[in-house]
């Protein structure tokens, strides 16, 4: 089982301007409940006890809003970056002294699914397990090749889109040396070793980007056309 993990929350969310300019993205609501919350109460389900937030913009809001986690039977442990995001690979590099030695959960925040945390492998078959998803219209050419449950670059397979639903060995950050770097370059590397597996979801899942995004999903919500999540 898996008892740690970590929500990404540091990003400015520019294209949600102007909604973000006195909110974090993460602490936006959608159907009765602000986004990062719909992560919280998953984890939570599934048994994950510690829970790490990376926070930048506007960080002070998190812990006033969220608390230490109690409400969700949850450990929530922030780590601030500074004024400038470590990005998503540099962000786990940051956090990795609260996630320990064995491997983690990660999600993004500002992602909406019904996908249950629970299929996550606990023990992932190499450094890292990616949850993928058909191509959105917003990026139609996907990410990467999933063949069976090995993700590649070379064209075999099918191409889908990485859908910011993962669990990492700590180890998949070790050989960076930069405070700030993107998981792209560990993704391929480990492609290229055949160390980074996936499964395809085709559930619901959204990726939130502006009001009108929001606002659509919080509408089909509240009128029953959308998963209650």
Same mark, same amino acid.
């Given at each position: 089982m898996i008892?740690?993990?970590?929500?990404?929350?540091a990003g400015r969310g520019e294209r949600m301007r102007p909604l973000t300019d006195t909110t974090p993205k993460p602490l936006l609501r959608v159907g009765d409940k602000r986004l990062i919350e719909h992560h919280l109460e998953k984890l939570a389900a599934i048994g994950v006890e510690d829970v790490v937030i990376n926070t930048s913009h506007l960080a002070d809001q998190f812990p006033a809003v969220l608390g230490d986690g109690t409400r969700w039977r949850l450990r929530i442990h922030y780590r601030y970056e500074g004024p400038q995001p470590l990005e998503t690979g540099g962000g786990i590099k940051h956090a990795l002294a609260l996630l320990g030695d064995?491997?983690?959960i990660a999600v993004s925040a500002d992602i909406v699914s019904d996908y249950d945390y629970a299929r996550l492998p606990a023990e992932p078959d190499g450094l890292a397990h990616l949850v993928m998803v058909p191509n959105p219209g917003f990026h139609p050419r996907g990410d990467f090749w999933l063949d069976g449950a090995r993700?590649? &670059?070379?064209? $075999? $397979?099918?191409r889908l889109t990485f859908g910011n639903i $993962?669990?990492?060995?700590? &180890?998949?950050?070790?050989g960076e040396s930069a405070a700030r770097f993107k998981l792209l370059p560990m993704y391929q590397r480990a492609m290229q070793g055949g160390q980074l597996s996936g499964e395809r979801y085709d559930g619901f899942w959204r990726n939130l980007s502006t009001p009108q995004q929001l606002a659509e999903l919080d509408a089909g919500i509240r009128d029953r056309h959308q998963p209650p999540l």
């Open positions: 008892r740690r993990a970590m929500i990404f929350s064995a491997p983690f993700l590649n &670059e070379d064209g $075999g $397979g099918e $993962g669990v990492y060995r700590p &180890e998949f950050v070790w």
